[in-house]
């Protein structure tokens, strides 16, 4: 008897798949029971899996209907099955499967920490899923039907216009919604505009190592400038041979402070005169609490500069989605780029996040997690000030870290021993570019203030404390 899959779609909304050719010879009604009793045994039929009717089974094997209720009745009798009026046939609770045997050397996942102060993890409790909701609902209603067919890889005109309209009003962008390209985060952009524009970067000294292997994977070398107060130090791009660099200027990551209205204005001057290209990550852009806001860089220039965001941070790394503002000249080369069709980001969630930025949901979750951030922040400088005022909180005025310098030579001594306390944070020579020396720039911790949810935060707070060095 060959092996069937019984389709129940109609009755169940569901398919189970007997491997009846495996089950041994003997009586139709005797294989059947076999190979249901091997399905339970081995896990694939749980317990309290309904299973087919005996008369759509029968149907789908061939078989008698007699045969097919014969067999579940002794199954009812051995306990596997229970059979109850309205309720139909199910697994026995109590035919759950022997557990597998144990294979030698399994590797054991390393125990998770009991807090986490790593940077750009928001917590996944703030997720606004009631307005998301309401939007995802209006926007589903109102989805025209090519929206559930093959996607545009330029990305929803829907979500590109209510994003040229927000970044226009809150960023000081300049752009239309043709020179917007959707994308799932600022890791695929950059692969993307590394492909498309390749050559040599200038990225800063301090920046995120995942994004720098990303680079190098795509043939991009980067060469670092250095970061103060002030942000990356633009006036080393002049002979690097560099055309183009990668900033964070609303933000410097991980260091933390914005770049100067001096030099924004200089790397535009650089960009125009050698024809090169700035890229702007918009890290941070929306969450600023000890400053005025700072525009984008881009609206100096649209088209030197490109724009690079994503809700990653406001809202949710899950939803991948994120954007690119570019020059015109790049817009055709970015989209060929990604492919003929969207396969990044879904077509409904875009629609969603347009009407959830349309709305005026996403300004308001924004404001409200402005003012959540800031009394995290607010927080740990209180409790540092308190507990270990020998440590130097910066990089606080915007963004969702901040960064603790410590003694010269005890940033390794100081992550180990959060481990020990088991607390997660990051060093801050994990985000310096290989290139400018080992013993280049100081010590310090990058304390992600967002991550923890609101009930561990304290205790987050109290195992780093415990972890710094003494006065």
Known sequence: MAESWVNSAEELGSDLHLELEKAGSGSRRTVLMRALREAIRSGRLAPGTRLPPYRSLAADLGLARNTVADAYAELVAEGWLTARQGSGTRV???????????????????????YDLVQGRPDPSAFPRTAWLASARRALSAAPNDAFGPGDPQGRAELRQALAEYLARVRGVRTDADRIVLCSGAAHALRLLARVVGGAWAVEAYGLPFHRALLAQEGVRTVPVGVDEDGARVGELAGRGTGTVLLTPAHQFPTGGPLGPERRAAVVDWARATGGLVLEDDYDGEFRYDRQPVGAVQGLDPDHVVLIGSVSKSLSPTLRIGWMVLPERLVSGIVAAKGEREQWSSATEQLTLADFVASGAYDRHVRRMRQRHRRRRDRLVEVLAERAPQVRVTGIAAGLHAVLELPAGTERAVVKAAAWQGLAVEGLSDYRHPDIGGGSGGDGLVVGYSTPAEHAYAGALDALCRALPPA
Do not use: D, K, Y
Request: hydrophobic residues 40%; aromatic residues 0%; charged residues 20%.
């Open 92 to 114: 026995a609770q109590r035919a759950a499967p022997a557990a597998p045997a144990q294979r030698a050397r399994t590797p054991t996942r390393a125990a998770r920490p009991t």
